[in-house]
């Protein structure tokens, strides 16, 4: 027997006034978080180290920077970490790097970012605030190759790159600090978010912004192999609102939950809906380079039932949607972002 979702918290009674802090908060996803946190009156600090491959960009807090305060610093450092991580209620722990290939390429770099930061923040929590409450960001690549679709939290986990074994160990390392240390966490494995903020001027952060940025160039987007392998899509603002209510809720403490859960669409499809959405371009359909065919996950789409039943959280944005506000957004603000 199915039961309703759990009523929706105010979110504005919820943080005002509380201390979050944001890792990776000049991000894609930090940064959007803070907003929406500062609208709600929350007193929020952000730490960013803005390594040009990660996707920080201060223009990103740009319209509301003097509502929260800004440190760029490198979390792996065990200060700045210790000094920002005492006193904060909540710790939105997105920090990190996403490029698959980078992390295949370089390896220790991507166990630093991946890795090591994470154990230096959770120390950090763990000598100076044990009672934060952090949500932190994974991914679905931790899953690899799905054995079956659409896939829930019971898959296995069995990463095909060196970033997905790392973003792996992550959860890991939350989940020994909360049950040794009472350090209550709760994770969300992400899926191809996109939308105002992403990274557009290369792939490093998820082929969805670098198509977004192709087309506003003026270039043909490039489909790896036939175009029919499948994805799903969540647009920005549907994850901070899973982001929130994780935080909100004390039965989420020690959960990991699928984001995704969404129509899922071919490439194809995907690509002709950017160009629907842009008003123009063309695709074309090239080989596999040797170096992504050897780590490609093939089909995926996420059940987000999971988190549906338990929090209420469901996607709200269509795909063409999410990319009509996506290509307003970067229209008007294309020059900080190529």
Not at 106 to 117: K, M, V
Not at 136 to 159: C, I, N
Request: proline letters at 5%.
């Amino acid at each position: 027997m199915m039961t309703d979702p759990p009523e929706r918290p105010n979110f504005s009674s919820f943080f005002n006034d509380e201390k979050v802090l944001i890792t990776g908060g000049l991000g894609f996803i930090g940064s959007n978080l803070a907003r929406r946190l500062v609208a709600y009156g929350a007193r929020v600090t952000v730490v960013d180290n803005l390594e040009p491959h990660h996707g920080g960009n201060l223009h990103n807090v740009e319209p509301f920077k003097q509502h929260l305060r800004v440190h760029v610093a490198d979390v792996c450092a065990e200060e700045p970490i210790n000094q920002l991580v005492a006193g904060q209620a909540y710790l939105f722990n997105l920090a990190g790097q996403s490029s698959h290939l980078d992390a295949m390429s370089n390896p220790l770099s991507d166990l630093r970012a991946n890795g090591i930061a994470q154990i230096q923040i959770l120390e950090a929590c763990r000598n100076h605030n044990r009672d934060v409450r952090i949500v932190f960001a994974s991914t679905r690549q931790v899953y690899g190759v799905p054995r079956y679709l659409p896939v829930d939290e019971r898959h296995p986990a069995q990463p095909v790159d060196i970033n997905g074994w790392n973003k792996l160990a992550a959860e890991g390392y939350h989940q020994v600090y909360y049950r040794a240390y009472g350090i209550r966490s709760t994770t969300l494995r992400l899926t191809n978010t996109y939308g105002p903020g992403m990274r557009i001027k290369d792939d490093r952060q998820n082929f969805l912004g670098y198509w977004v940025g192709l087309l506003l160039r003026g270039q043909t987007l490039r489909i790896f192999g036939n175009g029919t392998q499948v994805r799903d899509f969540n647009y920005v603002e549907d994850v901070i609102d899973a982001l929130l209510l994780a935080a909100c809720s004390s039965g989420a403490v020690g959960a990991s939950w699928n984001l995704g859960g969404g129509q899922p669409y071919s490439l194809l499809d995907t690509a002709q809906h950017l160009i629907a959405a842009h008003g123009g371009g063309d695709y074309e359909c090239v080989p596999f380079p040797a170096e992504r065919i050897a780590i490609d996950i093939g089909d995926y789409r996420a059940s987000a039932e999971k988190i549906r039943a338990d929090l209420g959280w469901k996607p709200n944005t269509s795909l063409p949607d999410g990319l009509q506000r996506t290509f307003a957004f970067y229209r008007a603000n294309l020059s900080h972002y190529l």
